[in-house]
């Protein structure tokens, strides 16, 4: 049945890539020293934190480059397998739990990202925390994120893979919540962890039933039980599953990704969590957490494959989410006076582009701007940090506290123009090679009306990130950024801001503001900024598909192989067949993976279509990108500097203008229908129900008992104690002193008593004694 | 043989007849003459028995000092001399079966254990010296606390009878 | 002689004595009731002394006399002391008790 396959490489391993456990182990130590010791360190614990931080990213890099040798110790078509290793930790009426990592090209790449964001922030947040009053706590929980979303990543089963997602959403709740003195900072913390638990019974739901789906067919097949990813995956692609149980599974496992990366309709987090500090921000909240939902679906790809039928038609779940968070949040965007928050929206409005990759299959573009993204995004957030850090004193509101910084903050102004061009996708920064790639590869799969929306908010995006550059760094210097006195601007910040930290309750740091204006920042913040943006630019170049396929890198590593595998052993090397003659080239041969149950062995990742790439397409994203951009960069000149009389107040003036911007502003009325509609109808009902509860039913009860009780006792206080208890005690009196009066009159006091009854005693005694002894 | 129960027949009515008139008589001082007699009766029937010493002591402390204590006590306690009635109590027709059936459970013991055992008529008879080696002798403990107690008797009885 | 003519003698008397003590109201008579009980026990001894040929029957009665003397001494002189604060002896009247 067979072709004559090639005789294939035994793939290399490494050190790294057999340790790559000790990656997330590493911060979990730190984050134990940090919690136990951090308080009496000399840097109060944030040297543990860089320290553990820097060790994973060394470890990440040494898997990462081992990985590519053991890419490129394969051949071309071989598919190169996961390198796994389990430890057993419970065994129970022979199911087997076990623990352990699985380490492939995406698990690489999210790796890299992760640590090395993470590293970066924790230097940026020696500087930008000096002083802070939890500052330990801060390192801790910082650490142990990392830990956690790393740990997340290495998993090679689904149970580990819910261990690190929830560590992540207590860090998350944990980190935003940390100037929680602030009751805004408190609820907007409760905030994120409730809308992101809603979605995680989702990820309980998908686990549980994939594991019930699936665990028979991977044990008989693989030996792996139905928590293996891999066992999942090869059973999504077997053909055995039943359409509806993978459909509803990939649902749960879906809404669980809504949540966390702040899709439609559970975005609204997201925002509210700019509350955090900034570093948290652009950790989290950007770069890494959020897309930990990319890297759910880019994980169990096959299951959503085959879920969602992704090849077969023209729109999906995940595509119409990935849409609609698109373009809802890009609206969003146009309305915040918040730097942090157009950042948070357009955060929300590009994982809505990752998902919209995943959904419609271009896996590899979709994980590529996860890769790209992470840079800019948090290069960004890092900027809007260095500036409230070192301008608008602690004031993220662009309207009232910025302006004009582009010649105060060179290296912030730099670092930001570099990013806000990659994150628009300008040629030749890294956006450019990732965000049109998804939007061309979903056209190219049959979801041209996905393509329209992503071309839209491509648009969108340019436009008020220009509003926002400008408001920042151009025109005339306002509040803060001129310099204006402290006092008065303690007032606006306490009543206007409600996302970050109120001054009152900041602590003392270097507090040198009062005497100069805005200035550039410390090489602490600054250094982080320039890496980032050195990668935002070159990052791109990884996977640079317009120019040819020798440049596309990330493709040859990442990106799994299709192919058919026979696994000679459970968890070992996989040899894999090859039906037919490997072609180079798309369309000669087709593995079945995705489309077709393969006869003899397992299939581990699903053939997906590459668009081939045209310049004419680029042309036509870079031409709406410049158009947007210019729009909105004389918009916002007439606007806001010159103040032009036809567009001041014009959203007062006009009553349609105006409803969409009181759409905008309430965020589509979602926060009111959630919280005003949804949670007090379910929390109004229940608390009325079960206060009645507590009234007729259980103090219905009490009484009842008292009253039965009080009759019960009275009876029994009448008729038992009064009657059977006294009478006893009384008659026992009595009867003691009848027996007394009779026997009183022995002791008369007469003399002769006695000795009559002496005598008669012993005239009685004698008569005794003479008749028995006779 | 037969003188001596004749002889104690005669003796020992005199001694019923006194000893029921002691307990019966209305008169205190004829109650104490009675009780003379019934002593002088014992004192006979010890010298049949005999038992010369004791009749000598009995005759000697008991007629000659107890006697006249009974007789100076009466005079000093002021009964009357002469009848009285009343000298019974409430408890005296108790007493009469009590009597009897206290009689009657010592005949039917004394006729049972005893029957008709006679008196030796052979053996030695027993003198004062036996009488003062067993005092001074095996019972020479009970002599001493005999002492004491008359000691006490004397000295018990200055004190009570002495006007204060 | 019989020894049990002179033993029934003495529980003759010894009877005698007892109805004496419950029936008289006289202390002094009640008294000489003990003295007949006495002497009727006396009589017992010296029967059995002379049955036995032993001195100890003879001994006991001594004894007995010599307690019975002292006896008579101190319950006269109780007598007197109860005449002296009573100005009675019947003892019948010689009772405190209420009850």
């Known amino acids: ?774 | 043989m037969v003188a001596q129960n004749i002889g104690f027949a005669i003796i020992a009515a005199a001694m019923v007849v006194g000893a029921l008139r002691v307990v019966t008589t209305t008169n205190v001082v004829h109650a104490a003459l009675w009780l003379v007699v019934v002593l002088s009766g014992a004192a006979a029937q010890y010298i049949l028995l005999a038992a010369e010493f004791i009749a000598v002591t009995q005759v000697l402390v008991y007629i000659g000092a107890v006697m006249v204590l009974f007789l100076f006590g009466t005079m000093l306690t002021r009964s009357r001399i002469g009848t009285d009635s009343g000298l019974n109590n409430s408890y005296a027709k108790l007493g009469i079966p009590v009597a009897m059936v206290l009689f009657a459970a010592m005949s039917l013991a004394l006729a049972d254990s005893f029957g008709t055992e006679e008196l030796p008529t052979d053996s030695s008879l027993i003198n004062t010296q036996q009488i003062s080696d067993q005092i001074f002798g095996p019972y020479l403990l009970p002599f001493w606390a005999l002492s004491f107690v008359l000691l006490a008797a004397v000295i018990g009885a200055i004190v009570l009878a002495r006007k204060d | ?99």
């Open chain 3, 1 to 99: 002689m019989l020894v049990n003519q002179f033993l029934f003698l003495s529980a003759l008397l010894f009877c005698i004595g007892v109805y004496g003590v419950i029936a008289r109201k006289n202390a002094v008579l009640v008294l000489m009731s003990i003295e007949l009980i006495l002497n009727a026990v006396n009589l017992n001894f010296v029967a059995f002394a002379l049955r036995n040929g032993s001195a100890d029957g003879h001994t006991f009665a001594l004894y007995i006399i010599a307690i019975a003397a002292a006896e008579v001494g101190v319950g006269l002189g109780l007598v007197l002391l109860i005449f002296r604060n009573r100005r009675t002896i019947s003892l019948d009247d010689l009772s405190e008790m209420k009850g």
């Open chain 1, 1 to 774: 049945m067979f072709a004559a396959s090639e005789a294939l490489k035994t793939l290399s391993s490494g050190w790294f890539l057999e340790n790559a456990w000790l990656i997330p182990v590493i911060p979990a130590i730190g984050f134990a020293i940090i919690i136990f010791f951090g308080k009496k360190l000399p840097m109060k614990g944030s040297e543990i934190g860089l320290l553990s931080m820097f060790a994973s990213l060394v470890l990440a890099g040494g898997a990462a480059m081992q990985w590519i040798d053991r890419v490129n110790s394969g051949t071309k078509e071989q598919f190169i397998a996961p390198v796994v290793r389990t430890w057993d930790w419970w065994q129970i009426g022979g199911m087997h739990f076990t623990i352990g990592q699985s380490i492939d090209g995406l698990a690489v790449i999210v790796l890299v990202v992760v640590a090395f964001i993470s590293t970066l922030v924790q230097l940026y947040s020696t500087e930008y925390l000096k002083g802070d009053r939890r500052y330990t706590h801060f390192f801790a929980a910082l650490t142990l994120f990392s830990a956690g979303m790393l740990a997340m990543v290495i998993a090679e089963d689904t149970i580990l893979l819910l261990l690190g997602w929830e560590i992540m959403g207590l860090c998350s709740f944990m980190l935003i919540g940390h100037w929680w003195e602030d009751g805004a900072n408190s609820r907007a913390a409760l905030k994120a962890f409730f809308t992101v638990r809603t979605g995680d019974m989702g990820l309980l739901i998908g686990v549980a039933m994939l594991y019930f789906a699936s665990n028979d067919w991977t044990t008989e097949n693989l030996g792996v039980s139905g928590f293996s990813i891999r066992g999942i995956s090869a059973w999504a692609l077997s053909g055995e599953p039943n359409s509806t149980v993978i459909l509803v599974a990939s649902i749960a496992l879906f809404i669980a990704a809504i949540g966390k990366s702040g899709q439609f309709p559970l975005h609204t987090w997201l925002p509210d969590a700019m509350a955090g500090p900034t570093p948290v921000s652009s950790l989290l909240h950007s770069s890494t957490m959020v897309v930990a939902g990319v890297f759910l679906v880019a994980r169990l790809y096959p299951v959503f494959f085959t879920g969602f039928d992704i090849l077969g038609t023209g729109g999906n779940f995940i595509t119409v989410i990935g849409g609609i968070t698109i373009v809802i949040a890009a609206a969003l965007a146009f309305v915040q006076n918040d730097i942090k928050k157009v950042l948070a929206y357009s955060t929300v409005s590009q994982l809505g582009y990752m998902m919209l990759g995943l959904g419609a299959g271009a896996w590899l573009p979709a994980v590529f701007h996860i890769f790209t993204h992470a840079f800019f995004k948090a290069c960004l957030f890092l900027g809007a940090g260095s500036i409230s850090h070192s301008a608008s004193h602690h004031s993220f509101d662009m309207k009232k506290d910025m302006g004009g910084l582009r010649k105060f903050m060179p290296i912030t102004y730099t670092t930001w123009i570099i990013s806000t061009l990659a994150l628009c996708g300008v040629f030749p920064f890294s956006g450019f090679f990732s965000k049109d790639e998804i939007i061309d590869n979903v056209g190219h799969n049959g979801y041209q009306l996905f393509m329209i929306i992503g071309l839209i908010g491509a648009f969108m995006t340019a436009a008020y990130m220009t509003r926002a550059t400008y408001l920042t760094f151009f025109g005339e210097p306002r509040g803060a950024a001129s310099g204006e006195h402290h006092e008065e601007l303690h007032d606006d910040h306490a009543t206007s801001h409600d996302s970050h930290d109120a001054h009152a309750v900041h602590d003392s740091h270097g507090d040198d503001h009062a005497s100069h204006g805005p200035h550039e920042s410390g090489w602490r913040i600054t250094l982080p900024l320039v890496l980032l943006a050195v990668l935002a630019l070159s990052s791109g170049f990884l996977n640079a598909t317009p120019f040819g396929a020798k440049w596309e890198r990330l493709k040859v590593w990442v990106e799994p192989r299709p192919e058919v595998v026979m696994e000679t052993a459970p968890g070992g090397p996989g040899h894999a067949y090859v039906l037919a003659l490997p072609s180079a080239e798309e369309g000669a041969y087709k593995s079945p993976c995705g489309s077709e149950t393969p006869k003899e062995g397992v299939c581990y990742a699903p053939k997906l279509q590459h668009a081939p790439f045209k310049w004419s397409k680029a042309f036509l994203s870079l031409g709406i990108v410049f158009l947007g951009i210019a729009l909105s960069w004389i918009l916002s000149t007439m606007l806001y500097t010159r103040k032009d009389k036809r567009l001041v107040g014009l959203t007062e003036r006009n009553a349609v203008l105006r409803g969409g911007y009181n759409l905008l502003i309430n965020k589509y009325y979602l926060d009111v229908l959630y919280e005003k509609v949804i949670v007090k109808a379910v929390a109004g009902p229940i608390s009325a129900a079960a206060y009645w509860f507590n009234q007729k039913v259980l103090d219905g009860i009490l009484h009842s008992v008292a009253g039965v009780s009080r009759v019960a006792s009275g009876w029994l206080y009448r008729n038992i104690d009064q009657r059977v208890v006294d009478g006893t005690v009384n008659n026992s009196g009595k009867a003691t002193k009848g027996a007394g009066g009779v026997l009183a009159p022995v002791q008369s006091g007469k003399v002769s008593q006695y000795g009559a009854l002496l005598f008669s005693a012993a005239a009685v005694a004698a008569l005794v004694l003479v008749i028995i002894n006779s």
